[in-house]
């Protein structure tokens, strides 16, 4: 049975304003740089870019944004770096301190504060953050770290051994490239294109149907409305709507295109392109390739994109004989998935490999 206490931010960590230069933006980033610069964002671990210029706060500590309506800007920041305006710097007032704690931490103090009634006039500020208390596991009255870390790595362990099933039934964990892979990232600049209109390649272009959200009833289809957050699934439904096939396209009212490979049903702001006759890779590649014709600014809430918009657009695609080369677009497509996925199963096989290592000892 796990003991837990209740612990104040200000008593484990010294927090004050992140040292920072009084400079530019590009003054401060540079393309070689390689100290980071902590800014205000909320993702990218609040990296905004890197620098020449010397850190300024040191690493393996804390930071938090002050003007943000709780800890969704918290990061650890395992390296010395920069500061920016409005960021805190947690240093731990006790030792060892590493990655691990950080994580528990962090996770203990976005869940506190999310229960907090923090909004844009009363933000989760220094004052705030030190007064901040968050549940920790306890042992002898005093904060348990052992457990923390065992318990981040417990689950470290355990989303490794998820990523690398994941890869392996998915086919993922193959990353060397073929010749042929090797060939078409060499040629690519050099293949000849053509222009081809979408209704000719795939017919005409269905429009979804409208469904208000106070009619939908929970289910499992996702329902694609438009958008960019979730991919535009804006709903999980179980109302007896048309379905559509996996390896399709759909495109938002603002001419956005995504490929889905699954079932779904759709609004009636949203096209649906019917690319399923198509290999996977080529109907991926067609997807960027109707993205680049459409999404250019030309739609919006006064100019909807519709079906009918889809069946006159013209796309470019790389063409053999007239016709495009699908075949051709399915290698390419492949090898860049390779190259996607190479340091993210690199860093599974050593991540497995550290794992056993630590347990066969």
């Not at 960021?87 to 731990?92: D, K």
């Not at 007064?131 to 355990?158: H, N, R, V, Y």
């Not at 960019?228 to 048309?242: F, Q, R, T």
């Amino acid at each position: 049975m796990v003991e837990w206490g209740e612990y104040e931010l200000g008593s484990m960590f010294e927090i004050n304003p992140t040292k920072y230069y009084r400079l530019p933006n590009d003054e401060i980033l540079s393309d070689d740089g390689k100290v980071p610069l902590v800014s205000n964002q909320s993702v990218d671990n609040g990296v905004m870019g890197f620098s020449s210029l010397k850190a300024l706060n040191r690493g393996n500590t804390i930071t938090c944004s002050d003007t943000t309506i709780g800890a969704d800007t918290m990061f650890y920041q395992e390296s010395d770096f920069i500061g920016y305006s409005h960021i805190q710097h947690f240093v731990p007032k006790f030792k060892p301190f590493n990655k691990k704690l950080a994580k528990f931490i962090i996770s203990a103090c976005r869940t506190a504060t999310s229960n907090q009634k923090y909004d844009y006039g009363h933000k989760f500020n220094r004052e705030e953050m030190n007064k901040t208390k968050i549940p920790l596991p306890t042992k002898g009255g005093k904060i348990d770290f052992d457990f923390m870390e065992s318990f981040i790595a417990e689950l470290e362990a355990c989303h490794i051994a998820e990523l690398e099933a994941y890869l392996s039934v998915t086919g993922l964990k193959e990353y060397i490239l073929s010749e042929e892979e090797e060939k078409a990232l060499k040629d690519f600049e050099s293949w000849n294109w053509e222009s081809f209109n979408l209704e000719v390649l795939f017919g005409k272009s269905t429009r979804g149907k409208r469904l208000k959200s106070a009619d939908r009833i929970d289910g499992e289809l996702p329902f694609v409305t438009a958008g960019e957050a979730l991919e535009g699934i804006s709903a999980y439904i179980g109302n007896n709507v048309d379905v559509f096939e996996p390896n399709t396209t759909t495109i938002d009212m603002f001419g956005s295109a995504k490929y889905r490979n699954y079932k779904y049903g759709a609004d009636d702001h949203v096209a649906v392109v019917h690319t399923e006759s198509l290999p996977k890779f080529a109907s991926i590649f067609t997807t960027t390739a109707i993205h680049k014709s459409a999404h250019t600014g030309k739609f919006s809430y006064s100019r909807n994109f519709y079906a009918k918009d889809a069946d006159e657009l013209y796309i470019s695609l790389p063409a053999l004989n007239g016709k495009p080369d699908y075949d051709r677009m399915g290698v390419l497509i492949s090898a860049i998935q390779k190259l996607v996925i190479k340091d993210v199963v690199k860093y599974c096989e050593e991540k497995i490999s550290a794992t056993k290592l630590v347990t066969d000892n």
